[in-house]
Every structure is written in C-alpha cells, then in structure tokens.
C-alpha cells in the first residue's frame, strides 16, 4: 500500500506533489508527508491523519523548490503518527526517502547500525533506508544504493532525495509498482499513473531490480549492478474519468448507482447470435474444453466474486472450479499445471497477494486469465489474457461496481465456456444470456427503492453483531453482504452457509440477534427457510432477502428483489446489501468511502 510520487522539474514541486498525493490518497491515508529539496538541505513536512491535515499544515508555505517527493500511508511498522509518517531522514540530513513496501530484515539493519552508533526515531522499517544510504554513502549515490537495497529483503518502490544533489531523485524498486513520467522540462515518478498523467505524456514503468536517476531534463537507468539499460517510453492514455460525486454524498453511494451502466457496458459487444462470446479469450493457448479444474484465485471481495463465480462455471460448464484465497493459495503449493487454467480477480491489478499468486501459476506453466478493472496494472500485464471489467476508476474504498462487474464477467466467462463445450444447448445459451441482459434493468428497479433500505436499515446501527445467512449462490452474496457492513460500519458480521448453523453457530443466536437470510435461490428455498426458522425459534430477529415473500413467515421483515434466474441471483441480491451497508454506516457516522485502517490497494502482503 501506501503511495509514493516524485517530481523534478521547472513548476513548483508542492501542488503537483499535494495533487498527485490526492490521487493515490487510496493507497492509505493514516499520515502523509512531503520533503522538499532546497540548496543543500531538505524542508520536510508531515501530518497525521488524512491529506487534508497536511494541505492545510502546508497551505501558507510559499516553497519555491521545483523538486521533492511525497507519501500518503498506509502503516505497516509502527503507530500512525507524524514520527512514523515519511519521509524518513538519515541521522546526518543526507538522505530521505519515500517508500511503499515492507523491508523484511529491518529488525536485523538497525541492530547493525546501531551498533555503529546509528541512532533511529521511528518504528518503521523504512528508516533503514536512508541511514544505509548514509552509512554506505562515500560520494556517489548509485554505488550507496546498490550496496542499500542489495541488503534489503522485503518489498519496495522507493524515492530518495540526496543533500548533495539537489534537482535528483533517485528510484529503485522490487515488487511494488513504480512507474517513471516523461515531460517536457519536468519529471515524474508514482506508484500509480494516474497521479503523473497531468505532467507526463510518456511513462516507463520500472522492473524489479533496476534503479532510475531522475531529472528535470534527464531519466537514466541502470540494472542492478549499475550498468546502463536503455527503457522504452510508451504513450499510455489513461481513462479520463469524473472523479466528482455528482449529486451523491460519497463516493460508494455514486458508485452503487452506477453498476447497471458499467455492467451494461461490459455486456456490450460480447453477444453474437445471442450467446456471449468472449473475443479476449477467443485464442486461448489451451483447448478449454480439455481443462481439468479452474483455479479461481483472488482476495476480500474479488474472493467473493468468485464464489459466486464457481457456481455458474460448474454448473454451466460442468468443470470443477476450486477457488482460493490468494493468500493462502501462493504458499500451499496447490497442484497447478498446464491443464489448469488460473483465473485472478483483481478491481487494482496490484494487490500483492494476487500478484504473487498470478506469478506462482505462471511459474508451474498454467494459462492465466486476469479478470482486471486497472488498465494498465501488473496483473493485467502479466496474465496471459485479460478481461477488463471496465467499472472505470472505483474511488470509494469498499468496492460495489468493482465487485458486481467482477460477477458479471464471470457470468460471461461461463457461458463463453458452456458455448465452446457445448455444456449448454443453444437454447439454454440463449435463455441465460437473455437473463444476463435485463440484470442491470432489475438492478435500477432495486436501486429505485433504495428508500425502503435506508428505513430498514435504521435499527440496525446499534447493533454489536450481525449474522448473514444463505446457501449455493445465497452463500456468495451473503458473504460479500457481510464484508461491506463491517469494512465502512465497524459492526462485527459474519457470514454461514445457512446449513452449517446447527453445527455450532447456532449457540450465539438468542433474543434479538440480527440474522439477514439471503434466500432468492429458489430451488433451495425451502432448506433455507428451514434454517432460518431455527434461528426465529431462538429469537432470532430475521431479515430476508427474497424474490418472493409468500413463503416467509409473516414475522420476518423482507426485502424483494426481482426475479432472475437462480445462478445470477448474487447480482441482485448484492445490491439492498450494499445500500444496507452503506446506510447503517451512514446512520452511525463512519467515514464511509475512507474506512478506518482499510487502503483500496493492498499492495504488501
Ligand atoms: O483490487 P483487488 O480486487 O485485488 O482487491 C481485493 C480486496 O482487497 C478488496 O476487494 C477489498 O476486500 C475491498 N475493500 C472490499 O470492499
């Protein structure tokens, strides 16, 4: 997490560092700092808490220094206060530095330097960096680097400032994304395009291993042994997109309205014939109908995606689909092979895990397949075949376009598959494409009452715990129904397949409980409702989700949704959930789109 930018060049450094800080705000946002290079010594500025604090700190300063760097935070070592906020500054005011990433022996370093007599005053890893800058430091900087970051282990996309040479910054990089920005009289660095495109035209993104020297008329790199390499510059037009709220009070709410637009969108052009057809896959490099097993690999909501994923691929496609944390999957060494096709899920295309992940099933020689929103992004550039999403840019920490768009192309990937492997009759191609097709006019219908959901969701803002109930593709969304509540309201919830209630969970149900049963799935309807009417004889205080109300008793408070085709439901009943989330939030004053501890991006592992 946590983003970094660097700018030398003929403006004033400040405001374009202030403002691309803005942008990769959602990499973390606990602290933030700026460090400024003037004549042979650095201004350094640092705020705990959001941006705004240090906008506001820096607001009267008139610095007319054309280079610096920034860092907005998201802590990995350490408390979330200025101390530990970056830059971080050598003992000896050589160096500062930037980073993102997590210096694994950074324990080891500093009992090394200190031993030296090196004295340190953060909790961070990174300050290891600047005082081995200094420590290996005779003169000349590439050489102090090489020595530095050939003695870190861990992750890092680092910018540094040198006393003795104002005008530079220097980069160097393993594993988290830094991308270097080409203008004219002016260049950049980031950790994410997007805060470079109003200076760069051109950008490079750096390997891990390799080192950049950057300045305002100049871009060198080397390798990691200082030799110089040549790097190509690409025009990358990123997405222009409305980074306003419109006429809504956050960004998630914005972002909840939008889905049956993107989920439209990405419908479009795929049907022929009225079945989908994916042209992104259409030359995949393995007969698809030869597949063993599809592994489906992803984190937090992209994780619940794709169970929701699993059922339609099975179902449609009638190959075994095993789906995996990618936490968890990276380090379990999972029978993976050229017969197993990997599909990641990914909104950022730069969670670190994922990546890993992605990596691993390369390196055992499976075809993969990204399911990616960030164009481009390291999971988008090194999976064999992509399939963008297209939500556009998701501002709003917990993710809702992000996560039903993933579903969505899912969806498309099954009946794409079912239609290559005749799984499916033309007619029932035909019939479950039609299904897919009028999703997003149901979900406007569900969105048109979002009234109802704000009223129901008024006694729930007291409430300590929650429980979220549903079974098959019920279970899917129940799951992701539980993540959005807790992640932007703080309430403890969690989500169970609704049969596994009696074997021990049932135990925490008493009077009041708040139970939400996710019960669309109408060929399992009847098990579910006996699953909830175990928890009502317990006292449970139930809400469910349903197509149809006539089954649940009377004492249930319901929320309808239209009908759908059973295998979809996650689509629609994601949605009362999401403005559920959001309401409750609302109602109990969190910060809704920069939830506590959260990061859009989570790039460390
Ligand atoms: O960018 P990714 O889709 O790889 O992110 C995965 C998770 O970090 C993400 O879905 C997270 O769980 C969201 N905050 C949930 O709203």
Not at 117 to 124: E, L, M, N, P, W
Not at 233 to 259: P, R
Not at 293 to 305: M, Q
Not at 442 to 447: F, G, N, R
Request: net charge negative; charged share 25%; proline share 3%.
């Amino acid at each position: 997490m946590c983003g970094i930018i660097g700018y030398t060049g003929n403006n004033q450094a400040m405001p374009v560092i202030i403002k691309g800080l803005k942008t990769l705000e959602y990499r973390g946002y606990d602290s933030s700092g700026i460090a400024l290079s003037d004549h042979k010594n650095f201004s350094v500025f640092k705020s705990e808490g959001k941006l705004e604090n240090l906008i506001e700190k820096t607001k009267n300063l008139n610095n007319l220094s054309e280079t610096g760097i920034g860092h907005t935070r998201w802590a990995t070592h350490g408390k979330t206060n200025e101390t530990n906020a970056h830059p971080h500054t050598s003992e000896d005011g050589m160096f500062t530095v930037v980073h993102n990433g997590i210096i694994e022996n950074a324990e080891i370093i500093k009992e090394a330097l200190e031993s030296k007599g090196y004295r340190f005053i953060s909790d961070t890893d990174t300050e290891v960096i600047p005082q081995l800058l200094s420590y290996h430091y005779d003169g000349n900087v590439p050489e102090a680097m090489r020595k530095t970051f050939s003695s870190l282990d861990g992750s890092f996309a680092v910018a540094i400032l040198c006393r003795n040479e104002p005008g530079t910054i220097y980069a160097a990089k393993r594993q988290s994304p830094l991308v270097v920005g080409k203008g004219e009289n002016e260049n950049l660095l980031a950790s994410d395009i997007c805060a470079l495109s109003e200076h760069a035209e051109v950008f490079s993104y750096l390997e891990d291993g390799e080192f950049a020297v950057i300045r305002k008329d100049s871009i060198n790199f080397f390798d990691s042994s200082l030799k110089p390499i040549e790097k190509s510059f690409k025009k990358i037009t990123t997405e222009s997109s409305d980074n306003s709220k419109g006429n809504f009070e956050h960004y998630m709410l914005k972002e909840i309205f939008q889905q049956p637009e993107k989920i439209r969108n990405l419908l479009k052009d795929k049907i022929k014939n009225k079945k989908i057809f994916l042209n992104e896959i259409a030359e995949l490099s393995l007969d698809i109908t030869k597949a063993e097993r599809l592994y489906i690999v992803a984190c937090g909501s992209a994780y619940h995606a794709a169970l929701a994923g699993k059922f339609a691929i099975e179902e449609m496609c009638r190959i075994p689909v095993e789906v995996d944390v990618a936490s968890e999957f990276r380090y379990r060494n999972p029978p993976v092979s050229c017969n197993t096709p990997v599909i990641i899920i990914s909104q950022s295309g730069e969670t670190a895990d994922s990546i890993a992940a992605l990596r691993l099933a390369n390196s055992r020689g499976a075809i993969v397949i990204g399911i990616v929103n960030v164009l481009p992004s390291t999971i988008a550039n090194e999976s064999d075949y992509v399939i963008a999403t297209k939500a556009g840019r998701e501002i709003a920490v917990a993710t809702t376009k992000g996560y039903s768009t993933q579903v969505a192309a899912l969806y498309m990937l099954a009946l794409h598959i079912a239609g290559i492997k005749k799984t499916l009759t033309d007619k029932q191609l035909e019939f479950f494409t039609n299904e897919l097709i009028e999703i997003p006019e149901k979900i406007e219908k569900i969105l048109s009452d979002s009234d109802t959901i704000e009223n129901i969701s008024e006694k729930y803002k007291e409430k300590k715990e929650l429980f979220f109930i549903g079974r098959n593709t019920d279970f899917a969304a129940a799951a992701e129904a539980s993540l959005k509540l807790k992640e932007i309201s703080y309430i403890n919830s969690s989500a169970f397949a609704a049969g596994e209630l009696k074997h021990g969970t049932i135990a925490l149900i008493e009077n009041n409980t708040p139970v939400v049963a996710l019960c669309s799935n109408k060929q399992l309807l009847k098990k579910t409702l006996s699953n909830i009417e175990e928890a009502f004889s317990r006292g449970a205080d139930i809400l469910c989700v349903c197509k149809d109300k006539t089954f649940c008793n009377k004492n249930y408070k319901t929320i309808i949704i239209p009908d759908c085709t059973d295998i979809f439901t996650p689509l629609l009943e994601i949605i009362p959930m999401q403005l559920f989330a959001y309401y409750v939030a609302k109602k109990r004053g969190c910060d809704i789109d920069m939830p506590k501890n959260l990061a859009k991006s989570v790039t460390v592992e």
